[in-house]
């Protein structure tokens, strides 16, 4: 990867980054408990169960993070055709947002609950088990 990549992926970062800060000044946080307790799931399954649960999680952030990407390239569209802008500052954003489109279409592709995999596979199984918690009734409980 060329130096310029890189520190076009960097800046890029720093402006979801920054994006992400105003909106928690905003907001106070919700307090989130991990509910494990009374979940229904047999001990043969705990394992497997628990992993797809943490999966869910992270494709659920890096899915939300690649939609923040797609925001950011939003204002850098516009940015990139601002009429006072420099040719070099229009430049710079037209980079910037080639970098950010490739990262969002790269974080959208990931998938780590797919259906041909080892935790796909196994929750095909799993949900044709009767009356037990499922790491969806988990996940998005508190939503």
């Known amino acids: 990867m060329k130096l310029e990549e890189r520190l076009n992926r960097v800046e890029v970062n720093q402006m979801v980054i920054l994006s992400e800060l105003k909106e928690l000044k ?24 628990t992993e797809y649960l ?6 659920y952030l890096v899915q939300n993070y690649a939609m923040k990407i797609v925001n950011t390239a939003d204002d850098l569209e516009q940015l990139a055709g601002n009429v006072k802008g420099t040719d070099e500052n229009k430049t710079h954003f037209k980079e910037l947002l080639e970098t950010c489109n490739g990262m969002s279409d790269h974080y959208m592709k990931f998938n780590p609950l797919r259906p041909g995999g080892k935790l796909g596979k196994w929750y095909a199984k799993f949900r044709e088990k009767k009356g037990v918690t499922t790491p969806y009734d988990v996940f998005f409980r508190n939503d």
């Open 26 to 49: 905003k907001r106070l946080p919700k307090v989130k408990t991990e509910i494990f307790e009374d979940a229904k799931v047999p001990k043969v399954d705990r394992e497997n169960w």
């Open 54 to 59: 943490h999966k869910l999680r992270e494709q």
